[in-house]
Structure formats: C-alpha cells, structure tokens
C-alpha cells in the first residue's frame, strides 16, 4: 500500500500525530489501495497558518491579474499532463469509468483556464454622489478560504471552487473526503507544485468531517467557506460560519425530478436516464433521480427505462464495457438497500434491480421503480444510487406539484418537442437549472447552484466569482 501525505505550505508531510492515518479502499474489490495522512487539530493550525502567513505576505493580491492568470494557466496545463496517471489511481478510490476519472483532471483544467479569463475582469464602479465627493467600490479577496470537498467527484468539484477562489486572491485551505482523498493529495498537489504556485496559497489535508473539518469550518483565522455534500453536514458548517458571521457557498443534496410531456422523445429520456442515474452509481447531486411522467405515455417509459438498467453491465471502471460501476462504501451500499425496501413496503414496484449485486464490492443493480407515489420515501429522499422512481401525472399542474414537493430544488428538467411547453414548464419548476431533452446540458461558463435545501449561491459561470470577494466602498471628499 502506497503511503500518501499532506500538502502543506509547499510540503508534503505526515501527521503530526505519528501513525494516524486514514485507509483507503478500492469500492470494486474491496481491497486496500493506499492509505493516508490523517489531519487532526494540529494539522489543521498548520495549514491555516500557511495560508494566512501566504495571504498577509499579498504575494497573490499584488501579483498582476495578468501574472496571476499565466500561473492559473500553468496549473491547467499540470492538470491536463497528470490525467491519466491521476485517473488511475482515481478510478481504484472512488470506483467510478477510468475515462470518466481521467476526464476530472480535464474538466478541473478547464475551470483554472476559465477563471485565469476573469482576474483582470474583477471591477468595481464609480457612483455618482455629489461634484465634491467621487465614491467608487473595489472588490476584495477575503482571505483565508476553507474549503470541504466531496467524495463523488473530488477533483473536479475542488477545481471548481479553488480556481474562484485563487483567481479572487485567497489563499485556500482544503479538506479532502476521506473516501477519495488519494488522487487529490498526490496528483492535484503535484500539479500545483509543478506549476510553481508560491507556498501557502493552496494547502490540502485529508482527515474526517467530525474532527478535521469541524476544527477548519470553526478556525478563527478562515474567514470564507465552500462546501458541497449533504444537507445534514451543510447545516452544521453553516452553524459553524453563522457562529464568526462569515459567509459561506454550499451546495448540497437533490431529488431532481424530470417532467415527461405526452410528445416527448421517449429514446431521449433513456439516452439520459443512463448516465444522470446510472453513470456514477446515481452518486450525483443533481442526478435524474424522479421521473414524472404523462399518464399516456408512462407505461411506454418504464419498458424502456427497464430495458435499459437490466442490459447494463456492471463491472469495475477499468474494465471495457462497464457501464455501473460500485457505490463508494459499504455504508451506502446498506443505505441504498434500505431505500429499496422501504420502497417496495410502500408498495413500489422494482420493475428492474431493487438489490445488491451478488459480487465482491459494494455494487447495486440498477434499479427502476414504478407505481411509487409522491409521499414515499423513494420519492422525497436523496438515495445516492441507481435507484430511479417513476410517478405519473394527468394534467401539466399536477406534473408540476409533484416535481416542486420535495425540500429540494437543485435541478429538474423536461422533455418535449414543443418549446412553447418546455419554456412554460421550466419558469415553474423550482430548481437552480433546468435541462431539457437532455440532463446536465450545462459547461464550466453556466451557474450551479440549489433552491430550498440544495444550498445557496452560485458555482461555476462569472457569477460564481464574487462569492469568493467582499465589496468595499470608498467616498472620497474633494
């Protein structure tokens, strides 16, 4: 087993408590592929004094925003070169495609390119008070920026984060999941090691929620935060920010439902179905995990969607022709298994999968729910697996009433051929995007972000940028 560590002010170490480590396994086979550096409170100093010392130094904040998008640039070019090897070793952690693995690597690269486009575009504006004061705004980083990354897709959601961040001028400490941390504390350091980022801009440490995260969420000296995960641990990070009143960017959980008019391509709504609830394992915040579907055309549906997760092959995301690949842990596999009954206790009916795989590894089959009802479970839960749970509507009011009954809002879709319907459909559904006729249409340059309890604020696209800065206004007499 590989041994992996820290990366602290432009170093990587152990612990400062010896032997403290977290060990990590491949979710296909069930064997240990690594383990790492366990972060406990010490560390955490560590890494916060890093990022402070680096911060009050101004090496980022007087660094030319030209100068400071050539070195984003570079880390974009690290990243892209590091792909394959990153997508190895993320593969074996988190159980995902390998070249869906590989392609993380890409996509963090595009998010560095993307907002290296924005560091000379950070402007303030003058505003008119009187001929004898000129008053104007200026935008400022906040300092050190914490940020707790999730296990699904931890290379791409840091890169999403980070890259605002560094562009903005924090220095950044993060928290890698403790499921996936391996790819991130050794290829993702790396390639901001090669790219020559100045020590103590960015610092990653692996350690657990309960004890790593909670002592850098409560850090006196951070003084932003950005997390993605579930509700339940979104809410105490939230306490913890309300607690030194600083602000904070979370996106957290999803029941996305997708709405089915009478004329929708039905080969359309499958084509999705595959990769926003089958692709990851459903292990996707916004995955398509609620079909609601016109009564005329639902029986239609379900043959199609049941054809499709019983022809998937399940397999490690190595192997060629994998199509569903594990759940991250054992833990989840249980959960996901106990979703499924309650489902058919409610008096669902698992047209397709509805159980654990019989294979080593933590594998569910891909699972098609008919008959479920919009107060069940299945239907107002996020299950964070192939589990999709198919309800029917009558009327466009009622399709609309069961896609908003639930507590969350991040996504939510619609499949028609009349756009008049697609644009009418998509003003009431309440979710921060909205795909139609196809799931995940969005790129790096579109916002991401929840309604209700799928968070608050904005990733991705230029508005994302001014969650990490803090407006100040100058008046000046004259």
């Not at 993307?114 to 705004?137: A, C, F, H, Q, W």
């Not at 466009?396 to 028609?416: C, D, M, P």
Request: hydrophobic share 40%; charged share 20%; with cysteine.
């Amino acid at each position: 087993m590989k041994k992996y560590q820290h990366y602290i002010n432009g170093k990587w170490v152990d612990s400062t408590v010896k032997g403290e480590n977290i060990v990590v396994n491949d979710p296909a086979t069930e064997e240990e592929i690594g383990e790492i550096s366990c972060a406990v409170k010490d560390d955490v100093d560590l890494a916060v004094e890093a990022a402070k010392k680096s911060y009050e130094s101004k090496v980022l904040v007087d660094m030319p925003p030209m100068e400071r998008a050539s070195l984003m640039r570079k880390i974009a070019i690290e990243l892209r070169k590091a792909s394959k090897e990153g997508g190895k070793i993320l593969c074996s952690e988190n159980g995902k495609l390998l070249p869906a693995a590989e392609f993380e690597f890409i996509d963090a690269a595009n998010y560095f390119d993307y907002y290296s486009g924005l560091t000379d575009k950070i402007e303030g504006r003058t505003i008119p008070v009187n001929s004898k004061v000129m008053d104007y705004t200026i935008y400022e980083p906040f300092g050190v920026s914490a940020h707790i990354v999730p296990w699904n897709y931890p290379i791409s959601m840091l890169a999403r984060s980070l890259s605002c961040s560094f562009a903005a001028g924090n220095s950044t400490v993060v928290k890698t999941a403790e499921l996936t941390p391996l790819a991130t504390a050794s290829i993702f350091a790396k390639a901001i090691d090669n790219a020559g980022v100045p020590p103590g801009l960015i610092n990653i440490i692996c350690g657990y929620g309960s004890g790593a995260g909670n002592d850098l969420t409560s850090h006196k000296d951070v003084s932003q935060i950005a997390f993605t995960g579930s509700v339940k641990t979104g809410k105490v990070i939230l306490h913890a920010a309300a607690e030194r009143a600083i602000p904070a960017v979370v996106e957290l959980g999803g029941k996305s439902a997708a709405v089915i008019m009478p004329d929708a391509d039905l080969d359309k709504v499958v084509n999705s179905a595959k990769g926003a609830i089958f692709g990851q394992a459903g292990q996707i915040c916004s995955a398509m995990s609620r079909v609601i579907a016109h009564k005329s055309v639902k029986n239609e549906l379900v043959d199609k969607l049941s054809n499709l997760a019983n022809s998937l092959k399940v397999g490690h995301g190595s192997e060629d022709g994998t199509d569903l690949t594990p759940v991250i842990s054992e833990e989840q596999l249980q959960k996901i298994e106990n979703y499924s009954r309650s489902g058919q206790q409610a008096g669902a009916n698992a047209v397709a999968g509805g159980k654990r795989v019989d294979r080593k590894g933590y594998f569910f089959e891909a699972t098609v729910f008919d008959n479920v009802q919009p107060e069940m479970t299945i239907a107002q839960e996020e299950i964070f697996g192939p589990v999709l749970s198919v309800l029917e509507y009558s009327d466009e009011e009622e399709a609309v009433s069961i896609a908003n009954n639930t507590e969350f809002g991040l996504a939510a879709g619609v499949f028609t051929n009349d756009l008049n319907k697609a644009t009418s459909m998509a003003s009431q559904l309440n979710g921060g995007q909205v795909y139609v006729n196809s799931w995940f249409t969005g790129s790096v340059a579109t916002p991401f972000g929840g309604y209700k309890q799928s968070g608050y604020s904005r990733e991705k696209g230029k508005e994302a940028i001014k969650s990490y800065l803090q407006l100040k206004n100058i008046g000046i007499q004259l």
